[in-house]
């Protein structure tokens, strides 16, 4: 009785939206109250249409009313939460939207606690006491609260499918057996569950085994990721030390220079100002004889000059100052390209050695990396477009397309002298440095050598330390009209594969692989290299030194455009 009461007097101080106890209590003028969010929420629903109404009566308001916190309803509803009948209140529990509702209650539905398999019904806590309690009913199969207890009935036949068919693989009544499933092979869809559910088990431990195998790789990862950070923070951190001791000494030197040259200039003035007073006072010394000569010249006395003479003819016999010889106005001209030729060297540096800066950078590796690619379209996913470097082309070697065709000629072209061009072999390199996952194709015609090679190969001469294949800075595939023919540090290697006037190459220069592909409508592998790779990859070509073609025959090779 006492637990009716306190139901009831819940059901007074409850909100009508939420159906919980009041929070912030609000009345409307229509008497009817409700929590200060709920009401709000409810009316900004209603702000389009510019009237507001009550949810219970349905009262309209116009304007939307101003609301005041009731204090007397917030003091009851504070007093029965003190005295515990809140979680009375929380106990009813009124089904909402998404939750299964009591097949027997009525008016107000009641949130289900379970179904029945057998009676195909939901069941609040009050309701499904029957089956505690009767015999028959603990034998049925109670389930979590589920909407989907039709699925459970025959369409064909209204029955429950406790039958499971084993030719079609599906549930089914027992009217089903003498129906349209006469003659199928069938058993108890309970014994079909137990043996489906040795293979859910299996499939569970599989997939838990998965579950913390990831797991596992997920604390790999989050470790990786404080490792990297640690790295990268470290290695910013020293390299601006670094980077800024090379600015104070760059500095420090350009103060030296800056000092010296000052140092010089004040030497340099101080000699030309010595020089300077030296010519005036003779210039002096000069006007002073000059107007002793003249004086001497207008002496009307002959006897008078003949006496003077020998004094002023003396003055005039005085060795003059010896000439003096203006450089051209270079000055510290030559200190200015001292430093452009120091300004070059460095850029020079810094240019060559950024592509291992680079490098250096794409080793950072996570711990899970990508496969390697298999068709085509996987491959051209890593595409890179090659262009051949004219300053690296044998004098034989004709560029065209772009610097992206090479072709073997009888006669040399007028290439400018290069310290990185080939002067022995008919070799030419790619501009570009090759590093991380990189795909190109080439096609062919002739005997051409398809190479990767280090950028610091050697280019004088005929030495083993320039030829594509022949050292271990290179290696290349022999490209004939009947065979394939890999080099290697001097070692060849016959390959067998079919023939292809084209020829793709694969580079994962971080995972050490470099493969060689016969390309048609197909993709077929004709060598793979496993190796580490110290220094990113240019790609180049090679023509043979010791062949002789038909004359106007001339081999060519094309860097293709893939994308």
Not at 151 to 164: A, Q, Y
Not at 270 to 287: A, F, H, N, P, T
Not at 482 to 487: E, M, P, V
Request: glycine share 4%; aromatic share 8%.
């Amino acid at each position: 009785m006492a637990q009716q009461r306190n139901q009831l007097d819940s059901e007074k101080f409850s909100c009508s939206i939420c159906l919980d106890l009041l929070k912030d209590p609000v009345t409307t003028s229509c008497g009817h109250s409700y929590c200060m969010d709920c009401i709000k929420t409810h009316w900004d629903g209603e702000d389009g249409m510019r009237i507001y109404s009550c949810p219970q009566c349905r009262k309209t308001f116009t304007p939307r009313p101003v609301l005041e916190k009731n204090v007397l309803l917030a003091v009851l509803a504070e007093d029965l939460k003190k005295t515990g009948l809140q979680s009375a209140a929380d106990d009813i529990c009124y089904a909402g939207p998404g939750d299964v509702s009591c097949d027997f209650c009525t008016g107000k539905k009641m949130k289900a606690v379970k179904s029945c398999l057998v009676c195909l019904a939901s069941y609040c806590e009050n309701h499904l006491q029957p089956h505690y309690d009767v015999a028959p009913l603990k034998k049925h199969q109670l389930v979590e609260p589920s909407k989907n207890l039709q699925e459970n009935i025959c369409s064909r036949h209204d029955e429950v499918m406790k039958i499971f068919c084993l030719t079609d693989q599906q549930l089914i009544c027992y009217l089903c057996t003498m129906d349209e499933h006469k003659g199928h092979e069938s058993v108890p869809a309970a014994a079909e569950r137990k043996k489906k559910q040795k293979e859910v088990e299996v499939s569970r431990l599989n997939v838990q085994q998965r579950i913390q195998d990831s797991q596992k790789d997920v604390k790999l990862l989050e470790q990786e990721l404080k490792d990297i950070k640690v790295s990268a923070d470290k290695t910013v951190e020293e390299s601006e030390k670094m980077f800024t001791q090379m600015i104070h000494l760059i500095q420090k030197r350009r103060r030296d220079v800056e000092q010296q040259i000052r140092s010089q200039q004040k030497t340099e003035e101080c000699r030309v100002k010595e020089l300077e007073e030296k010519l005036e006072q003779e210039i002096r010394d000069l006007k002073r004889k000059d107007a002793e000569l003249k004086q001497l010249s207008d002496t009307p006395d002959h006897s008078q000059f003949l006496l003077n003479y020998p004094s002023v003819s003396a003055l005039s016999e005085s060795k003059p100052t010896s000439s003096i010889n203006i450089r051209p106005r270079r000055h510290f001209e030559d200190v200015t390209a001292a430093v452009k030729e120091l300004r070059d060297q460095l850029q020079d540096i810094l240019r060559d050695t950024w592509t291992n800066f680079s490098l250096a950078i794409a080793e950072v590796d996570v711990l899970l990396s990508e496969p390697q690619p298999k068709t085509r379209d996987e491959f051209l996913k890593y595409s890179r477009e090659i262009t051949l470097d004219p300053n690296t082309a044998h004098r034989k070697l004709l560029l065209s397309e772009g610097d992206r065709k090479v072709t073997f000629m009888e006669q040399r072209q007028r290439y400018p002298d290069h310290p990185d061009r080939f002067t022995g072999c008919f070799q030419v390199l790619g501009e570009e440095s090759l590093t991380g996952r990189c795909y190109w194709e080439v096609e062919w015609r002739g005997i051409v050598y398809v190479a990767v090679a280090y950028k610091n190969i050697c280019r004088d001469g005929w030495l083993d330390e320039c030829e594509f294949g022949v050292n271990d800075k290179s290696w290349s595939l022999r490209c004939d009209t009947n065979s394939y023919t890999f080099c290697s540090n001097n070692t060849k290697t016959p390959i067998s594969g079919p023939q292809s006037s084209r020829i793709g190459v694969y580079l994962d220069h971080r995972a050490g692989i470099l493969s060689f592909y016969s390309v048609s409508e197909t993709m077929t592998v004709l060598h793979r290299v496993q190796t580490t790779f110290t220094e990113p990859i240019h790609a180049g070509v090679q023509f043979p030194s010791l062949v002789l073609f038909p004359r106007g025959y001339q081999p060519t090779a094309e860097f293709l455009k893939l994308k």
